[in-house]
């Protein structure tokens, strides 16, 4: 199953396209958009708002969702996850409901100026509205190559320290965070962006050194718009829940967790097909999935190293350890909208443009595969960058 696209009616529609943006959005594979037809034919009654059948019916299938999709990303129960609008949403949450009180006392909160904007402004904002009881935001660096600085982190780190917030896999540099590899103070709480490693590298939260989490669900295979927050059962008591709002949902109290960030209305059939999606990257195995996205990440850094004019924007891959199948580079004297557009014209979608960060390198492309990516796909894009690089 690996490197074929027959489970993906968008891709088999379109058999000339390569498509290398997994990393924005990955396309429904057919037993996703299976479960979500059947969960809009069926009977769609709100989950929980009504003691009838169809929305008791409505609230189980919620719950057997949230028990698989926690157990694919090792939590050890159910109501320690909730679903969200994506990993956008699950951030500001986790800024505005849990972080107040992780914070009450002041201190600082440690965050990479270079990470995603959706990971690193929830918490500036959350820090200039706590200022006045102390807290500050504390940054620090990564290299070049999307590199954790360690000592710059030992430099910002202090017993000062209450909020670490940490992207697990880069969404330009496609590096993962070693959390062993930083000293993060022993009080100190740890929020983790698994944006870009679900579904592509294994997560097991429960044995994380971090407490709340967010994923996004279509990076994963789930429907576009689906995302699930992570708190740890011994961070619920930080969560600030809105007991007017519960009264909205009476039956559908799980968690304080789920209480405060599943207020309205849930969608109930996304929530049921992203559990199908991790039951379809479960059936692929993820050990296999880190093995060939590590494959082909490094046949593009060994093939593009060999186009003149080109720098790759990422460390070395090893071809022996699971990889985020995430790569990116620059050509040399030409903006990467253009590499970009020129690629598109050859039918290969890359990623350029502002990557969501505050001010990257203007130049810097992404490349980013996924399980039905094959090397043929490598090598239309490195033909692509070859013919760019001759323009120069
Ligand atoms: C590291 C990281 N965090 C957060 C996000 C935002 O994710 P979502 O689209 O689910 O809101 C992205 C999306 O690209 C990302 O790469």
């Not at 496609?174 to 929020?191: E, M």
């Amino acid at each position: 199953m690996l490197g074929s696209r027959r489970h993906f009616p968008a891709l088999t529609a379109e058999p000339d396209l390569v498509y290398l943006d997994a990393a924005s959005g990955t396309p429904c594979p057919e037993p996703v958009i299976a479960q979500l037809t059947a969960e809009l034919r069926g009977p769609a009654a709100n989950p929980g708002r009504g003691g009838h059948p169809w929305a008791r019916d409505a609230l189980r299938r919620v719950e057997e969702a949230r028990a698989a999709v926690a157990a694919f990303l090792g939590a050890t129960f159910p109501d320690e996850v909730a679903f969200t609008r994506g990993a956008t949403g699950a951030m500001a949450f986790l800024a505005d409901r849990w972080g107040p009180a992780a914070l009450e006392k002041g201190g600082d909160i440690l965050y990479c100026p270079g990470d995603h904007l959706s990971t690193v402004r929830p918490w500036l904002r959350l820090a200039e509205r706590m200022r006045p009881q102390g807290v500050r935001a504390v940054p620090y660096r990564r290299d070049r190559l999307g590199r954790i600085d360690a000592d710059d982190f030992a430099r910002a780190a202090s017993d000062r320290t209450a909020v670490v917030v940490v992207t697990d896999v880069h969404n330009l540099h496609g590096t993962r965070t070693d959390l062993d590899a930083l000293a993060i103070p022993p009080a100190a709480t740890v929020c983790l962006d698994c944006s870009q490693s679900a579904g592509r590298l294994p997560l097991r939260l429960a044995d994380s050194r971090a407490e709340v989490a967010v994923v996004s669900g279509h990076k994963m295979f789930g429907p576009p718009g689906t995302g699930t927050v992570y708190v740890r059962r011994g961070q619920h008591h930080r969560i600030a829940v809105d007991r007017a709002a519960g009264r909205s949902g009476p039956a559908r109290h799980v968690s304080p967790l789920t209480d405060a960030a599943e207020e309205g209305s849930l969608d109930g059939a996304g929530a049921a097909a992203l559990a199908s999606a991790a039951a379809f990257v479960d059936g692929i195995g993820l050990d296999a999935l880190g093995d060939h996205l590590a494959g082909l990440a490094a046949r593009f850094t060994d093939g593009a190293a060999r186009i003149g004019g080109v720098t790759l924007l990422g460390p070395p891959v090893d071809p022996r350890q699971p990889h985020s199948g995430i790569v990116a580079f620059a050509l040399d004297g030409q903006a990467g909208a253009d590499v970009a557009f020129a690629l598109e014209r050859r039918r290969v979608y890359v990623r350029a443009g502002d990557h969501c960060l505050d001010g990257p390198r203007d130049d810097a492309v992404r490349a980013s595969f996924h399980l039905y990516n094959d090397e043929n796909d490598v090598d239309r894009l490195l033909q692509g960058l070859s013919a760019a690089a001759e323009r120069t």
